[in-house]
């Protein structure tokens, strides 16, 4: 073999070599990040074991229907009545929604 | 009737059937691979996010070369021989995709883009949960750079190119662009493309390998279901931010490499819900998009025809199959070392390309048993994968500039 060879296989060996040196010390820092952080937070509270139901309870979309009727009928006798359901339109109100994300723009945890 | 040459009218053509054969051939031939790239992305055999825009790119640049008016024949899209102040300026002005290049290219800043966000799309959770085990596995995983180095020597290319090429082994585009870059300006395109070539190919040929290194009974292994605790965005930033301090440390070379990387991963704990929507969509995917376009408008053929090209053919290969086989052997030595619990399929996800070979381990053990989960793991591994790639990668540029 050739000088350049041997010598890109000593160069890569070390390398190598280091690398495997540097992996083990990522994995013992997150070890110890991971031993440390875990004395520090607080112990999980107990929590009571759950109750077994026998039946769950089945969701009835039925349900939310009646309740939108019952709350328009009821809208009806009141100084506020409904004269138009829809879908909201996003044209609308857009003038509003820029202002709105413009002024909360500046909340780093957004929305 | 005007009174001009019909090819003076059609310059791509006149180009075409002026240029030396070699050339010619080389021109039609790209244009061919092009067409080919984009067939393949879009039925899935590659990556159809870089492959797509890289196909056209390539198909377009070597259709239209044109005369310059230095005499000398070139394309609109960029010159990336342009040297010196001015020269740099006029392309500047000319070349539509110049500017990408010469701000973006030339300094590792769309490999940083890239590594950003994959930063944000990394969950450290899995690496933080079993750090040994992943780690181990990813040393494996990089056993095809470390073969791929003196065989590249061997082969005739200098120590630096052969280095820049063996690091397709660590299955880390922007790390190979970033390296190649650093230690092969000259060989940079080739290499790049070559490793995006394979690295896209990995979907499809890994299972095959897999299939024939471990046999179904041992693809078939459940893994126990988790017993450790969940690791905390806290726990998970700490480690981010310690990381990229030693790491930066140790090799200020790979620095830019390393910031990115992290920060990704901690913009994605912190919560900051704005940022993570940009980097993990807007930055990650307009950054692989110029960078798969910029990528095969480079590849005309009076740039990239190089002899040396046939020899990144093989290493490529050589180092991605070899890195492959290395996480597999590193799968079973963790098999045996369990007594028979540790499924060896997860070795292959050590060699990085997150999240591809992750997903292409759980898919062959799932064929196999599809009670069988070994995602999480596999996770694991490909996370930390990514962390020795860089970590290779910053070793190999520190030692080959010091020498």
């Known amino acids: ?111 | 009737m005007p009174d001009f040459q019909f090819l003076d009218l059609f310059q791509g053509v006149a180009t075409l059937v002026q240029s030396e054969p070699t050339i010619l051939i080389g021109r039609i031939a790209l244009m061919g691979l092009g067409v080919l790239l984009i067939y393949l992305g879009q039925r899935g055999v590659l990556e159809a996010l870089l492959m797509i825009p890289m196909g056209l790119g390539m198909a377009t640049a070597n259709a239209g070369v044109l005369f310059l008016p230095s005499g000398k024949t070139g394309t609109l899209f960029l010159d990336p021989l342009a040297s010196g102040t001015e020269e740099v300026m006029t392309q500047l002005q000319i070349d539509w995709l110049q500017p990408i290049y010469t701000f973006a290219f030339s300094n590792g800043l769309i490999a940083c883009l890239v590594f950003l966000g994959i930063g944000t799309l990394l969950d450290v959770g899995y690496v933080m949960q079993r750090p040994f085990r992943s780690m181990f596995l990813a040393v494996c995983g990089e056993l095809g750079t470390l073969v791929a180095f003196p065989l590249g020597v061997l082969m005739g290319l200098i120590d630096k190119q052969a280095a820049a090429t063996a690091t397709i082994g660590g299955a880390d585009g922007p790390m190979v662009l970033f390296t190649s870059l650093i230690l092969a300006p000259e060989l940079f395109v080739p290499i790049t493309v070559v490793g995006y070539l394979y690295l896209g190919l990995t979907y499809g040929g890994y299972p095959y390998l897999i299939k024939l290194m471990v046999p179904k009974r041992l693809r078939a292994i459940p893994m126990p279901p988790d017993t450790t605790r969940s690791i905390s965005a806290s726990e998970k930033m700490v480690f981010a931010v310690v990381a990229c301090l030693l790491l930066s440390l140790l090799f200020p070379v790979a620095a830019p490499l390393f910031l990115s990387l992290f920060l990704g991963v901690i913009v994605r704990e912190s919560g900051l819900s704005y940022f993570y929507d940009l980097f993990s969509n807007q930055i990650l995917y307009g950054a692989t998009f110029f960078l798969g376009l910029v990528l095969g408008v480079l590849c005309e053929a009076s740039t990239i025809l190089n002899p040396k090209v046939l020899i990144l053919l093989v290493l490529g290969i050589v180092a991605l199959t070899v890195s492959a086989i290395g996480g597999i052997l590193g799968g079973y030595v963790l098999y045996w070392l369990s007594g028979g619990k540790y499924n060896p399929v997860i070795g292959i996800a050590a060699v990085s390309c997150v999240p591809t070979t992750a997903k292409v381990a759980q898919k062959v053990v799932t064929e196999a048993n599809r009670n069988a989960i070994i995602l999480p793991h596999a996770l694991g591994a490909s996370i930390s994968g990514v962390i020795t790639s860089a970590i290779f990668a910053a070793v190999l540029v520190s030692v080959l500039k010091a020498g």
Not at chain 1, 29 to 38: D, E, S
Not at chain 1, 68 to 91: C, D, F, G, M, N
Request: hydrophobic residues 50%.
């Open chain 1, 1 to 111: 073999m050739s000088q350049a060879v041997l010598s890109a296989v000593s160069k890569g060996v070390f390398s190598f070599a280091l690398m495997v040196v540097l992996a083990g010390l990522c994995a013992l820092i997150i070890r110890g990040i991971v031993h440390l952080l875990a004395r520090t937070q607080p112990k999980a509270p107990l929590v009571a074991p759950e109750l077994t139901v026998p039946v769950k309870p089945v969701r009835d979309d039925s349900a939310v229907i009646a309740a939108v009727i019952a709350a328009a009928a009821q809208a009806t006798t009141t100084p506020h009545r409904i004269v138009y359901l829809a879908e909201q339109k996003r044209s609308a109100n857009w003038i509003t929604e820029v202002r709105s994300r413009h002024h909360g723009g500046h909340s780093p945890y957004g929305r």
